[in-house]
């Protein structure tokens, strides 16, 4: 039954399910490998699902959403969203959802007609005008001591290093943030400008942060892309406290905020930083 529930579920997006036998004990790698094949967005619904039948009574949904379609804040609505079409299904029900007073196409106009209208007075001249001045004066490149130079071409190649933060730590910021009126963002934010700049990268700290741009309450049930970078800039300059440095960043970050609706691809265009297929332009962290 559970088998046929799900495969009631999806075809109105259409999508194929196929039903895909698996021994338990190779469960994990083809979960892995339908995790990991690449899109061919040519031809492909930026949306796959594939339901795996480990036994009589026992069946596997992999659902895997290319991020041209979806972004981390939009998994919880997509699971809320199956789960009642599952719950429906399974008692010969059509999923009742809430229709949405927006839908993403939605979205992606109203942020095509505000990055068109870049005449003055405009909403994307107001947006650009702030980081141009915000952004003035950047440092092309960040001089960290690393411990090999940085490759003059890509492929920008890196190692990963993965570490826990304690929880008395994660409780020490929190309380940290709530004595100084910022976030625990910006407490780490702070913290990490002046291990930066303690490192030998100057006072002058621009740091590139993904922001979600949900900024109204309708778009809380959209599936969709809303993530932008912001250049968080942190001026480190002047010996200041760690309270006097989270009052800056805490300057800073809110009203870059306020003005994240510029997507960063259009930023560097207007900006026109000095480009270098050794670095990332506006930062490198």
Same mark, same amino acid.
Do not use: C
């Given at each position: 039954?559970?088998?046929?529930?799900?495969?009631?579920?999806?075809?109105?997006?259409? %999508?194929?399910?196929?039903?895909?036998?698996?021994?338990?004990?190779?469960?994990?790698?083809? /979960?892995?490998?339908?995790?990991?094949?690449?899109?061919?967005?040519?031809?492909?619904?930026?949306?796959?699902?594939?339901?795996?039948?480990?036994?009589?009574?026992?069946?596997? &949904?992999?659902?895997?959403?290319?991020? /041209?379609?979806?972004?981390?804040?939009?998994?919880?609505?997509?699971?809320?969203?199956?789960?009642?079409?599952?719950?429906?299904? &399974?008692?010969?029900?059509?999923?009742?959802?809430?229709?949405?007073?927006?839908?993403?196409?939605?979205?992606?106009?109203?942020?095509?007609?505000?990055?068109?209208?870049?005449? +003055?007075?405009?909403?994307?001249?107001?947006?650009?005008?702030?980081?141009?001045?915000?952004?003035?004066?950047?440092?092309? +490149?960040?001089?960290?001591?690393?411990?090999?130079?940085?490759?003059?071409?890509?492929?920008?190649?890196?190692?990963?290093?993965?570490?826990?933060?304690?929880?008395? &730590?994660?409780?020490?910021?929190?309380?940290?943030?709530?004595?100084?009126?910022?976030?625990?963002?910006?407490?780490?934010?702070?913290? &990490?400008?002046?291990?930066?700049?303690?490192?030998?990268?100057?006072?002058? /700290?621009?740091?590139?942060?993904? %922001?979600?741009?949900?900024?109204?309450?309708?778009?809380?049930?959209?599936?969709?892309?809303? %993530?932008?970078?912001?250049?968080?800039?942190?001026?480190?300059?002047?010996?200041?406290? #760690?309270?006097?440095?989270?009052?800056?960043?805490?300057?800073?970050?809110?009203?870059?905020?306020?003005?994240?609706?510029?997507? #960063?691809?259009?930023?560097?265009?207007?900006?026109?930083?000095?480009?270098?297929?050794?670095?990332?332009?506006? #930062?490198?962290?």
């Amino acid at each position: 039954d559970g088998a046929e529930a799900w495969l009631r579920v999806l075809p109105a997006a259409r %999508v194929d399910l196929p039903v895909v036998p698996v021994r338990p004990e190779d469960l994990d790698r083809r /979960i892995e490998a339908g995790a990991s094949a690449g899109f061919d967005l040519t031809t492909e619904v930026p949306l796959r699902a594939r339901l795996f039948e480990v036994g009589a009574d026992e069946h596997v &949904l992999l659902v895997v959403v290319h991020h /041209i379609a979806g972004d981390g804040t939009s998994m919880p609505v997509l699971a809320k969203d199956l789960a009642t079409a599952y719950a429906a299904r &399974l008692e010969g029900a059509a999923p009742a959802w809430e229709p949405l007073a927006v839908q993403y196409a939605d979205y992606a106009s109203r942020q095509r007609e505000l990055l068109d209208d870049e005449s +003055e007075g405009g909403e994307a001249a107001r947006q650009l005008g702030f980081w141009t001045g915000a952004l003035a004066g950047l440092p092309e +490149e960040l001089t960290l001591p690393a411990d090999r130079p940085r490759p003059a071409v890509g492929p920008h190649r890196a190692g990963r290093h993965t570490f826990e933060v304690p929880r008395e &730590l994660y409780e020490r910021v929190g309380r940290v943030a709530r004595e100084l009126r910022a976030t625990p963002f910006m407490v780490v934010q702070a913290a &990490l400008a002046a291990l930066l700049s303690r490192l030998g990268a100057g006072t002058d /700290i621009p740091l590139g942060s993904p %922001v979600v741009s949900r900024s109204e309450e309708s778009l809380a049930g959209v599936v969709g892309f809303f %993530v932008n970078t912001l250049v968080l800039r942190t001026d480190v300059s002047g010996d200041p406290t #760690f309270a006097e440095l989270v009052d800056r960043v805490r300057e800073y970050d809110l009203a870059a905020f306020a003005h994240q609706d510029v997507p #960063f691809e259009r930023l560097v265009e207007a900006l026109r930083p000095e480009r270098s297929a050794a670095r990332h332009p506006l #930062f490198q962290v």
